[in-house]
C-alpha cells in the first residue's frame, strides 16, 4: 500500500462513526488528513493549537477529555520533527490543558485566555501568531451563524468561552481544523446544510470559520491521533512518533486529565471515557492507527 493510500485509510479509521454523524462530515473533508500532515512534515513548523470545550453542565463543570488528549499529542510530535508549538485555551478549560501538558509534554508553553480583558490579551499576542506557519485547532468550538458558540446540545456557552477563533484566523498561517460534531473551528469548511441534515441542532450550532484542511473524526482525538500517524509516516526517520500512538501513551494521558478534573464530554462527569465510550471502545480506532502505521512503513 503506499504512503498516501495508507493515510488516506488513516482517515477512514479516525472517522468511525459514534452515532453523530461523523462518517457523513467526514465524506466532503477527504484528504484534509494529507494535506495537513504533507504541510507540517514539509519542515520544522512553527505552531499554535487551540483545545479545551468547557462543559459547564458537568458535575462539576470542567473542560472535556476530548480535545486536550489529541492536542498535546499532536504538539509533542511537532516538537519531535524539531519543531516549535505552544498550546492555546482559556481559562475555565486551563486546569486540564496544564495537567495534560504537565504529564505528557513537559516544558510545553500554554497561553490562557481570560474570559475578561481578552481584547487585551489577544491583541498583545497577534504579533506572535500573525508569524506562526500553523494554527491548529483540536476539540475547540467556535462562533456559529449567531456569533456564539453552541454546545452539542444547543446551549449557548459563551460566558464559559473566550472567543479565540480571533487569534486563529489570525495571519497568513496554515491553519487545520480537527472536529467531530460541526460546531468546532475548522467545519465551516464544510457545507452548512449538510452539518444541518446530518447533525442534531446543525443549523444553530455549526461553526462557520473555516480551516485550509479540516480532519473529522468520530472523537477529535481519533483524528489528532490520525495526524500524528500520517507524520510518522511521512517522516520515517523520527521513529519516537510511533511511541505517541501506542494506546498506552493515551490512556496514560487520559488517567492524568481526570485526574486533574477532566469530564466526558457526554456522560458529562469525571471518567475515565471520551465521549461516552469506555476505554476498550475508545482505544480500538487508535489501536487500528497504530497498526496502519506499522504496517505503511
Known amino acids: 500500500m503506499r504512503i498516501d493510500e495508507t493515510i488516506a485509510a488513516l482517515e477512514r479509521v479516525a472517522a468511525r462513526e459514534v452515532g453523530r454523524g461523523s462518517e457523513a462530515l467526514a465524506a466532503p473533508a477527504a484528504g484534509g488528513l494529507l494535506a495537513a500532515a504533507r504541510s507540517l512534515a514539509a519542515g520544522a513548523p512553527d505552531a499554535a493549537v487551540f483545545t479545551g470545550f468547557f462543559i459547564p453542565g458537568a458535575d462539576p463543570p470542567a473542560a472535556e477529555t476530548d480535545g486536550p488528549l489529541g492536542a498535546v499529542q499532536i504538539a509533542a510530535a511537532l516538537r519531535l ?24 509534554a513537559p516544558g510545553l508553553p500554554v497561553d490562557v485566555a481570560p474570559l475578561r480583558g481578552y481584547e487585551e490579551w489577544a491583541a498583545a499576542l497577534l504579533p506572535r501568531y500573525g508569524r506562526l506557519t500553523h494554527l491548529i485547532a483540536c476539540e475547540r468550538v467556535g462562533p456559529g451563524v449567531d456569533g456564539r458558540p453552541h454546545n452539542m446540545r444547543g446551549e449557548d456557552i459563551g460566558a464559559h468561552t473566550a472567543p479565540l477563533d480571533r487569534l486563529y484566523t489570525a495571519g497568513s498561517a496554515y491553519r487545520i481544523g480537527i472536529g467531530d460534531g460541526g460546531n468546532e473551528l475548522g467545519m465551516g469548511r464544510l457545507p452548512a446544510d449538510l452539518i444541518g441534515r446530518v447533525v442534531a441542532s446543525g443549523e444553530r450550532i455549526r461553526c462557520v470559520v473555516g480551516a485550509d484542511a479540516l480532519l473529522v473524526g468520530g472523537t477529535s482525538n481519533w483524528a489528532a491521533a ?11 526517520e523520527v521513529p519516537a512518533l510511533r511511541t505517541l500512538l501506542e494506546p498506552a ?14 469530564v466526558d464530554g457526554v456522560r458529562r462527569r ?17 489501536t487500528e492507527i497504530a497498526e496502519l502505521v506499522r504496517a505503511g512503513r
Open 226 to 236: 490520525a495526524l500524528v500517524g500520517a507524520l510518522s509516516l511521512l517522516r520515517p
Open 249 to 262: 501513551w493515551s490512556s496514560d494521558l487520559l488517567a492524568a486529565i481526570v485526574a486533574a478534573g477532566a
Open 270 to 286: 469525571p471518567a475515565l471515557s471520551v465521549d461516552g465510550l469506555d476505554w476498550q471502545a475508545y482505544a480500538e480506532p487508535l
Open 81 to 104: 520533527l524539531g519543531g516549535r508549538c505552544r498550546l492555546v485555551t482559556d481559562q475555565p478549560c486551563a486546569p486540564v490543558v496544564e495537567a495534560a501538558v504537565a504529564a505528557a
